[in-house]
């Protein structure tokens, strides 16, 4: 029975370049003499560090911990010592700099005691941490946290689970040789995913470009005896990404308001389901991965490397030719030129490119959009990319969100098709990023106001709280000072002929206050007993005696004024 194909709107066909890597087999690359090892390596949190600079550390040791549950844990790719945990340059087309631990090899390559595991009977949240724990991510480019993608949604039930062996972009072919390879490892790693969702179908579809790989596959499949449907799939570019493989092999359409699971398909790359069987069936977290080494080097081809390896001893393997003027991450039309030749490879590392003027010339100029709407029939999401670049430019954020800039997945098919050569995918880069940034700087006004406001009340309730003290503090002093009426107390009038006592002088009561408070101070310097004085030595005790002597002048001095200012107060206060 033939599997029933749908298509997707839009798409490009590029030149795919793909036959120079395939031509040998995956290489082992060597050990470099310093592993940068980012800590943030995939969408959501920072994992914390767990080792400091002088550490020694054994391969598949854990030097990042997940900090929550987006985000997923980083290990040493190879035993070694860490000489530093500081701020790296970063494969990213930012280039600045991330936390990175820094390991020099001691050339060992000495594992941790690895625990391989029985994931059926495992709970599947059980399974689920262990997978966190290994690092497992999604390695064809989004790497995004796997063991998150792994749950049911509760409304929906999972109807087709979706392996992705399209690899669609230009250059790139480390998926297919890993499937030509390893495919036993895949269907295994499918096959854990497949008990965690509870599909009804699994499905694994293949460009028909790869027709060696397609092979492989379904011998696997075969030889394991899963039921897996192995699926060739037209090639067009980006038939790879998510939403639109699942488009063609189920027929859904997934909403951009909706995540997969809610249309009861989820998807995963052919080498995530291979590093998850790793984790599992061996212990192995996430140290390595498959790198297409391609473009104007005289020998291409794909390497197995290890995580944090600098890209300048990378691509000395393909061995560059003069006129390489830099390198792209990722294929010509979704990736960006790597910063420097520091920067390491990473989980997302699908891909490097050596490119020159003669592969990829410059740019043509950019001339005006003439509206012809080749864009947006190239568009796979059906947007309408003339009209986003307009309000873009234009830096009317506002309408480019009308118009759902955020479903644009930054293919480049438009800008692959643009006659007036417009880097449309750079304006929406560039949209999207002053979008994030509004909205951040709106989020911290908010919190800044609502601090402000709350700081505000706070202060007028401690006024109103204090005036209410004070105002009952006046009530009850008022209230003590009034006359209690005696029973035998004789009228004022009865003895109006008798004067009244006189009060004592204020000023001179003020000032005896004063002199007892001095008497009291000094009497309380002289009760204090020196503390730390036991045991001390001969010196030290001669030393406290000196300074007692010295002291004691002063002493007597100070009581001597103390006596004389206190006593004119004592004789005027005699005299009244």
């Not at 030393?543 to 006596?563: G, K, S, V, W």
Request: glycine share 6%; charged share 25%.
């Amino acid at each position: 029975m033939l599997q029933q194909l749908f298509s997707f709107k839009g798409g490009v066909k590029p030149d795919t370049n793909k036959a120079p890597s395939v031509q040998a087999p995956i290489g082992t690359a060597p050990l470099p003499r310093l592993l940068v090892v980012p800590l943030h390596q995939s969408i959501g949190g920072m994992p914390n560090p767990l080792v400091e600079a002088g550490d020694r550390v054994l391969k598949g040791q854990l030097i990042g911990s997940a900090d929550q549950w987006l985000s997923s844990a980083v290990h040493a790719p190879t035993s070694g010592t860490v000489r530093a945990i500081e701020e790296r340059v970063a494969a990213h087309p930012s280039g600045l700099p991330t936390l990175s631990v820094v390991i020099e090899p001691d050339g060992q390559d000495q594992w941790i005691e690895r625990q391989p595991l029985d994931y059926q009977a495992l709970e599947p949240e059980r399974v689920r941490e262990v997978l966190r724990d290994a690092g497992v991510v999604g390695l064809g480019g989004a790497v995004f946290p796997s063991h998150a993608k792994l749950s049911a949604a509760k409304a929906v039930a999972m109807e087709e689970l979706v392996i992705n062996g399209a690899e669609c972009e230009p250059y790139m072919t480390c998926d297919d040789l890993l499937m030509r390879e390893r495919a036993d490892d895949i269907v295994r790693g499918s096959g854990i995913f497949r008990d965690l969702l509870q599909p009804k179908r699994v499905l694994i579809g293949i460009e028909d470009n790869k027709p060696e790989a397609a092979a492989a596959m379904k011998a696997a499949v075969e030889r394991l005896g899963e039921n897996f449907e192995v699926i060739t799939v037209p090639t067009r570019y980006p038939a790879g990404g998510a939403k639109q493989l699942i488009r063609v092999l189920t027929g859904k359409e997934v909403p951009a308001s909706k995540r997969s699971p809610e249309m009861g398909v989820q998807c995963f790359n052919v080498a995530t389901a291979y590093t998850a069987w790793r984790a599992i069936a061996h212990g192995e977290p996430v140290l390595s991965r498959i790198v297409t080494l391609t473009g104007n080097v005289e020998q291409a081809r794909n390497w197995d490397v290890l995580l944090g390896t600098p890209l300048r001893d990378f691509v000395a393997l393909g061995q560059a030719r003069p006129d390489t003027n830099g390198y792209l991450m990722g294929g010509p039309m979704m990736g960006f030129e790597m910063p420097g030749l520091d920067a390491p490879i990473i989980k997302a590392t699908n891909c490097i490119i050596a490119s020159s003027a003669r592969l990829f010339p410059p740019p043509a100029p950019e001339m005006p959009c003439i509206r012809c709407g080749a864009c947006a029939e190239a568009c796979p999401h059906e947007l309408q990319p003339f009209e986003m670049y307009w309000f873009a430019r234009a830096r009317n954020f506002g309408k480019t969100q009308e118009y759902n800039i955020f479903d644009c997945i930054e293919c480049g098919c438009c800008s692959y098709v643009c006659p007036s050569h417009i880097p449309l995918v750079q304006y929406f880069r560039f949209a999207k990023s002053e979008i994030w940034s509004r909205e951040r700087e709106k989020a911290m006004a908010d919190a800044a106001k609502a601090r402000f406001e709350l700081r505000n009340e706070r202060e007028e309730r401690e006024k109103a709280e204090k005036a209410e003290r004070l105002a009952k503090a006046a009530a009850a002093k008022a209230a003590a000072k009034k006359p209690e009426p005696a029973d035998n107390a004789t009228p004022a009038s009865a003895t109006s002929g008798v004067d009244a006592p006189v009060d004592a002088d204020p000023a001179a009561a003020k000032k005896a206050a004063i002199a007892a408070a001095m008497e009291r101070a000094r009497q309380q310097r002289e009760s204090v007993q020196p503390k730390n004085t036991d045991g001390l030595s001969i010196a030290q005790r001669k030393e406290i005696a000196e300074i007692e002597a010295r002291r004691a002048p002063l002493q007597a001095r100070q009581t001597a004024l103390d006596t004389e200012n206190t006593e004119p107060q004592r004789t005027k206060s005699n005299d009244q």
